[in-house]
């Protein structure tokens, strides 16, 4: 986020605006450029025009070198866990899966992260500089893998996590596409409709001198726009969608109000499956982990930066920092209210057992069967829907053009 901080030094007031996750961070940042100034006033702002206009170049530049795709990823880090499992050097590995991937972003990063180690650096210290591309619990599992001599095994590990997320994102995928093509399919067709026929009813309509029908107004009123604007309106949809999807990905503020949106329960359907996906992944993170013999605090530091969702993860951040307080881990998850209380008592008993690796390997199934579920019978949760949208665009298409002729009579006589 970005912040504007007011300093204080020698008599004269000044205005610092810096980058920084919170309040008292962008304050020491300030008092760093101006060190004896007293800051009176801290405010978050707006992203400076200079800086959003750098980081879309940004954008740009990392589209150019192609976008790195999960599956090149899993290829990359299983190929990394097979060549040092049959002791080839890790530099060398790296160099030479940066010589045989394909993605050029992919493999700008593994030849710097080779140079890196070359210079001394480790493969954690190297990796970090790209968290955004490989994730934390990449970052997690090659420290694990450093710190255990194991580094196969934990690569190896890494990539059967990010193979388990793949699926269940393909799978999604799958099963949404059928609703998109045929709600796609109704809107082009809705489109050529407007654009053919009802021009041909226009030139009816105008030579009666008659009121016509709400309906009818509005067939005419979106044929006259396409026609006359269809070009700037196609443009400025496409803008639009683009600056929603850039201040989203930019806008912290802004992805907080729209993620609280979208798991409120009255958006219907989409909160279960982003609640559902999330928490999935959140403990089958968290899980692995554990599993892996990552203390609990750093595996649910690493588990919570695998949240895509603001405000779940603005929940789950308070975990470690309840644990910190003296609570157990089923209190903590307690406190963040989005835990069943059958999932709560299962992790209890895990921490009690000294099993609870096992509990929440179960509790990863439970949300990954809940999952499922709706992602197998999405068809029929959004059927409903589309039956609504599809006789809603016939329903206006049928009243506007017929409604009229059936006044045609009476205009006739009055003409």
Known sequence: MYF??????????????????????????????????NVVGTSEVAAP?????????????????GKISIDQKIST?????????????????????????????????????SSDINAGKSMSDAIVPYTDDFGH????????????????????????????????????KKAIRYPLITLTAMAIAFTILIMVVVPKFRDIFEKFNTELPVPTKILLAIEWALTNYGLYILIGLIAAIYLLIFTYKNNKAFKYK????LVNPKFYLINKVIFLSTMHKYTLVFGELVKSGIPVSEALETAVGMVDNLYIKDKLLTVNANIGRGLSLA???D?????????????????ASGQLDSMLGKVTDYYDMRFQDIIDNLSTYIEPIMMFFIAGLVLLMALGIFLPMWDLGSAVKNG
Not at 14 to 31: C, G, P, Q, T
Not at 137 to 152: C, D, H, Q
Request: proline share 1%.
């Open 4 to 37: 504007k901080v007011t300093l204080v030094s020698k008599g004269k007031r000044s205005n610092h605006v810096v980058e920084a996750s919170n309040k008292r961070e962008a304050a020491l940042r300030a008092k760093k450029e101006v060190p004896n100034a």
């Open 49 to 65: 025009v200079g800086e959003t206009f750098s980081k879309m170049m940004k954008d740009f530049s990392k589209m150019s070198k």
């Open 77 to 113: 880090i299983r190929q990394i866990a097979v060549m040092t499992d049959a002791g080839i050097a890790i530099h060398d590995t790296l160099e030479d899966v940066a010589e045989n991937v394909e993605n050029k972003r992919l493999k700008e990063i593994y030849h710097t992260i």
């Open 137 to 172: 619990v990449a970052i997690a599992m090659t420290r694990l893998g450093e710190s255990t001599g194991n580094f196969p095994e934990s690569y190896h590990k890494l990539a059967d996590i990010l193979e388990n997320i793949r699926d269940n994102v393909a799978k999604f």
């Open 258 to 261: 729209v993620d609280t949106l």
């Open 331 to 333: 209190e903590s998850f």
């Open 335 to 351: 406190q963040t209210g989005l835990f069943e209380n059958m999932l709560l008592q299962m992790i209890k008993a895990g921490e």
